[in-house]
T-cell receptor, first 113, second 118 residues
């Protein structure tokens, strides 16, 4: 079964700082990759996704992620965070042709104004 | 904007009681998922439906959990009897518009039902 690893479960940073969240997966075949965000009191929302093509994916709210196949990684980045980016971020992976998601444990990000 | 609807939002039940959660996916979505999210962890798949058929229920504790999607639209997840360890957020998601050309789509999540077993 595929597994998804996210490190540094709790991240605290100041506004305008850069954010990078790591995501590694274990499945060796073709995968679809996602980052979901959960703002306090809200449901999981899609930040960005990768199915194929350009490995650098741009999502909403200034987030981007890079798929590095050789490293089985899909790290999320934002150059300058805002207080409103305080949320929990989940990396998720599905096998190509199957939308069943395996999630990482999440990163709780707190942005201090 | 179309949403996945879930009810109730919160449920408190005593252990050994029965509890049920309801989900109405985005209209036209063929695939429906139930996930369980324990505090501090990511969601874990319990069951996946394609229309009215179960595609994957390998992680569903079948001695106490059951799920159905009789008409291939809305779905119910039941726990009987509930145990203290079942306290979690239960998330419903849907994907794969019927008639779509690609199976590779993202899943849309509902608000979830937070279950507390006391």
């Amino acid at each position: 079964a595929q597994s998804v690893s996210q490190h540094n479960h709790h991240v605290i940073l100041s506004e305008a700082a850069s954010l990078e969240l790591g995501c590694n997966y274990s499945y060796g075949g073709t995968v679809n990759l996602f980052w979901y965000v959960q703002y306090p009191g809200q449901h999981l929302q899609l930040l960005l996704k990768y199915f194929s093509g350009d490995p650098l994916v741009k999502g909403i709210k200034g987030f981007e992620a890079e798929f590095i196949k050789s490293k089985f990684s899909f790290n999320l980045r934002k150059p300058s965070v805002q207080w409103s980016d305080t949320a929990e971020y989940f990396c998720a992976v599905s096998r190509y042709g199957n939308n069943r998601l395996a999630f990482g444990k999440g990163n709780q990000v707190v942005v201090i104004p | 904007e179309a949403e996945v609807a879930q009810s109730p939002r919160y449920k408190i039940t005593e252990k050994s009681q029965a509890v049920a959660f309801w989900c109405d996916p985005i209209s036209g979505h063929a695939t429906l998922y139930w996930y369980r999210q324990i505090l501090g962890q990511g969601p874990e798949l319990l069951v996946q439906f394609q229309d009215e058929s179960v595609v994957d229920d390998s992680q569903l504790p079948k001695d106490r959990f059951s799920a159905e999607r009789l008409k291939g639209v809305d779905s119910t997840l039941k726990i009987q009897p509930a145990e203290l360890g079942d306290s979690a957020m239960y998330l419903c998601a849907s994907s794969s518009p019927r008639g779509g050309l690609s199976m590779n789509t993202e899943a849309f999540f509902g608000q979830g039902t937070r279950l507390t077993v006391v």
